[in-house]
């Protein structure tokens, strides 16, 4: 059976190597306030991960390096129906003071098991997981 989406987006987790260890840049959503990861709609002249990298700028003031891995995807419901999202690793090389949304958004790093227990979006989590499994 073929699920049909009624929208795709592209997010990323924004990571950065902080002596021994990883730390994860979360950010607020603007309605809610919860803890999430940069995302965003595919736009129709960028790749997925071009589109990710353009909404970590502007929803967290982070620029990433170009090595980067796809993490996986999720499935999620929203009131306005099905979202398929492929997420990305990136690592954070550039942290901006200012940047388009930094009036609607906070933004913290947290310690990667702390991010691992925060986060609410399902399935990021385990995503979450993959990069402390890889760098570490």
Do not use: H
Request: glycine share 6%; net charge positive.
């Amino acid at each position: 059976m073929k699920i049909e989406f009624n929208f795709t987006q592209a997010g990323v987790i924004p990571y950065r190597r902080v002596n021994n260890s990883i730390e994860i840049l979360l950010i607020t959503s603007r309605r809610k306030q919860k803890w999430i990861i940069p995302k965003g709609y595919i736009e129709f002249n960028l790749t997925s991960f071009e589109s990710a990298k353009k909404e970590a700028y502007e929803e967290a003031g982070v620029i990433g390096s170009n090595e980067t891995y796809e993490l996986g995807e999720i499935i999620f419901n929203k009131p306005i129906g099905k979202c398929f999202m492929k997420i990305y690793s990136m690592e954070v090389v550039k942290f901006l003071d200012e940047y388009p949304e930094s009036n609607f958004r906070k933004r913290k790093w947290f310690p990667i098991d702390e991010a691992i227990a925060i986060i609410e979006m399902e399935g990021v989590a385990d995503l979450i997981q993959k990069i402390k499994k890889s760098i570490n």
